[in-house]
Structures are given as structure tokens and as C-alpha cells.
């Protein structure tokens, strides 16, 4: 073979490589973006901003507490939370790792949660497997969700 043939070869995988390392970056954005809106729905107590996030066949698995498996049943979650408490968490992604149409996040979720009523506060120190998956229109949305609270320090 021509060396001609093998240098363009050899450059056709270097671009193919770089597409592929870009389209990568690209999804780790979005899911970075998704993380974001996740502590910005909590910190807002906006349930449906949160149950939004979620598929409509997704599981949520809370520390302590039964599984979740239906878009109304997040959606009960979320309002029974979110109306008895308000959040101040920061969600701090440890890693991030997409591969094809699914991705998952490990994080750390820290803050405060205050009752509404002023009569309790806890501190919140969990972490989470985050399951992604890519939706038909190219956006991510959880799939799965899994927390379990840290022991205490």
C-alpha cells in the first residue's frame, strides 16, 4: 500500500477519534447541566421541575425508604418533600462516564434541609448513583436513581 494511502489512513482515525472525543465532551456537559438542574429544582422545592428530570419509567431508590417506580409516585415524593422542607444542597459530581446512550454520575449531595414550620433542621450528607439515559430527542434524562445517606463524621 502507498504511503500516501496509509497517512490518510492514519489522519481518518485521528479526525474520527476527535469527533468521537468531542461528541463525548459534549455529553458530559449535558449531564454536568442535568446535575445542575437537579440541586436548582431541590433548592427551589419545585417538584416539578424535579420530577421533569426523571423518565417516565425511571426508579428512584432514597436512602431509608421504598422504591420509587412511577411518574406519580415521584411526583408524591417530591411534593411531600418538597412541602414540608426546604433544601440548601450543593450535588458535587466525582465522576461522570457516558458510553453510548446511557451515562452515570457518582456524587456527593451535602447541605442543610430546614422545616418549613422552623421547628427542625437536619443536615444532609448522602451520596448517589446517577443512571442516565440519552431520550429519542438527544436530550439525557435519570433513569435511576440511588442515595444512601453518609454516617455521621
Known sequence: MPASRWLFLLLAGVVACGAADEARQADEDAIRALIRATQAANNAGDAEAWVALFEDDAVYMPSMARDVTTSAGLREV???????????????????????????????????????????????????????????????????????RNPPP
Open 78 to 148: 417530591a411534593e411531600a418533600g418538597f412541602s414540608t422542607w426546604n433544601t440548601e444542597i450543593r450535588v458535587t459530581p466525582a465522576e461522570v462516564v457516558v458510553s453510548g446512550d446511557w451515562a452515570f454520575a457518582r456524587m456527593r449531595v451535602t447541605g442543610v434541609a430546614r422545616r418549613k414550620d422552623g421547628s427542625d433542621s437536619v443536615a444532609v450528607d448522602q451520596k448517589e448513583i446517577v443512571i442516565y439515559r440519552r431520550q429519542p430527542d438527544g436530550g439525557w434524562r435519570i433513569s435511576r436513581l440511588i442515595a444512601t
